[in-house]
Every structure is written in C-alpha cells, then in structure tokens.
C-alpha cells in the first residue's frame, strides 16, 4: 500500500512547481496567501484483487487573499485555468506518477470557489479534486 | 468462512498472476437441455444434461508497461490459454478451490474509456473444454 504522506507529498511537490505559491498539510491560523492545502478526503480499498489498487482522493484548497481584493480574484483565475504557468491541473499533473508513489493521477474538478472564514478574516479560496490511483 | 468477501481472488493467465490488474471475475457453466418429454410425463416436460459449456468474464485495469497487462493478453489473441481462478486466494484446499479451464481469447479491447476514465478491458471469453474444480495443490 502506498504511503499516503508520500502521496500527499507528492502532489505539493508538483504544486511547488507554480511560481510563489506555498504549500501546506493543515489550514494555518494566519494563512499567508496565495497558499495550497493538500488534504486527503477519502480512500477507496480493493480497487483490483489482492491490494493491486487503492484509490485516494485528495483535495487541493488555494487561497489567494482577502475576498475584497481584485489581484485576489485575478490571481485565482490563473489557478483555476486549465494552461499557464499557474495552472494548478496542469501543476499537478506534470508528474502524474508523483515521484514514482503513484500509478496515475488526474485533477478532476474545481469546486467551491468563493470566499472562506480563517480566524475571522475572509479570503478568497478554491478548491481542486484529485483523484491518485495508487497500491 | 461461511460468507465470504472477494478480495484476495487469484486469476492466473498460462501461469502469471494477474490478480492485481483484475477487479472483477465471473465464471459460469452451463448445460444443454435436451428434452425427453413423452406422453408418460403427465403432460409436463422433462429434460437431461447435453453438452456442457461456459464463459468466463474478466474486468481488467489496463497496464501498458512493457511486459505488463496489455501485452500479455496483446500475445495472446486467438490462442486457447489456460486460466485459473482461486475465489478464496492461495493455497488450494478444501475450503479454499481453484478453478482452471481452457479459454479460447477471441476478443480484446486494449483500449476502452473516456477522456478521464480508468483505462479498462471488460473482456468475456468461451471456455474451450472442461472446467475442474480442484481441492488438492
């Protein structure tokens, strides 16, 4: 079975890949944005016989400022495009084996765009579906 | 076990284990019905056993690798190749048996999905002979 930190690792490897957007394993008190939280949602055993494939399915959150900025808003749209250099699909999938931990993986959606609650201050914040095909 | 989950099933392919590629088997074996109804059956039909028959459906998730998955079945289209499948895994026992048999694998479908879908072959072959159910290694 794969390790699922290294998984987790992996897709914040392939993350750090856009210019200045950090990365993180839990939600900080004080984000510093534009920021990556890779969180594991959920795991689905005996995808083939014998353990030959579990699935993982990961969110990404990104958190790019306070709602009422307008470079926020631009910002998120280059994350939530699907090319350019901040691409967060295209990140993630530029290494689909995740450093050799994985068999495959893709990002399947982007949902709940729109505006988060962290320690009373209001940010700007997507979040991206990923989907690992692993041991 | 008296009710048992398929999890550690064993599907071998001319001897190679295949199991971790495969997430769903079926065998079934079927016989003919030849009627012997006659005006002695009290007006109901009767029937005996003919010639026996089966399949065997495979689910795959593909591996393209080399020598992996889609090359072994790839080198196998329309040959007869023996399969064996363990429902309660390894070694063969009593409780635990294995089927083998004879297939002929007369289709394939390397590819098969959508864009973002899990590369599949959904595959039924015809059972070519006998099928033994073994107890003993």
């Not at chain 1, 280059?78 to 068999?103: M, P, Q």
């Not at chain 2, 429902?87 to 089927?99: D, L, M, R």
Request: net charge negative; hydrophobic share 40%.
């Amino acid at each position: 079975m794969a390790n699922i930190t290294e998984l987790r690792e992996g897709i914040a490897a392939n993350l750090a890949t856009i210019p200045g957007l950090r990365t993180a394993a839990t939600i900080p008190d004080n984000p510093s944005p534009p920021i990556a939280i890779v969180q594991l949602n959920r795991v689905q055993y005996h995808q083939d016989f014998k353990r030959g494939m579990t699935e993982y399915d990961f969110s990404v959150q990104v958190i790019v400022g306070r709602v009422d900025e307008r470079t926020a808003q631009r910002t998120l749209y280059a994350y939530c495009s699907s090319t350019g250099e901040s691409a967060i699909g295209l990140a993630i999938e530029s290494n689909r084996t995740l450093g050799g931990k994985a068999f495959d993986c893709i990002v399947t959606e982007m949902t709940n765009y729109g505006s988060v609650l962290i320690s009373d201050v209001t940010y700007l914040a997507a979040e991206f579906n990923v989907r690992v095909l692993a041991s | 076990m008296p009710k048992q989950v398929l999890t550690d099933v064993v599907v071998q392919l001319n001897g190679t284990a295949i199991s971790q590629n495969v997430n769903s088997v079926e065998l079934t074996t079927t016989s003919d019905a030849i009627e012997t109804s006659s005006f002695g059956s009290a007006g109901w039909r009767t029937y005996v056993g003919g010639l026996k028959s089966g399949s065997v459906t495979l689910s795959f998730h593909n591996d393209y690798a080399s020598t992996a998955l889609d090359s072994i079945l790839y080198n196998l289209f329309n040959t007869v190749a023996t399969v064996a499948i363990f429902p309660a895994g390894t070694p063969v026992g009593t409780s635990t048996p294995k089927y083998e048999f004879t297939a002929l694998v007369d289709n394939l479908a390397p590819v098969s999905g959508a864009v973002g879908d899990l590369a599949v072959q959904n595959l039924t072959w015809t059972i070519s002979g006998a099928v033994t159910r073994g107890t003993t290694a």
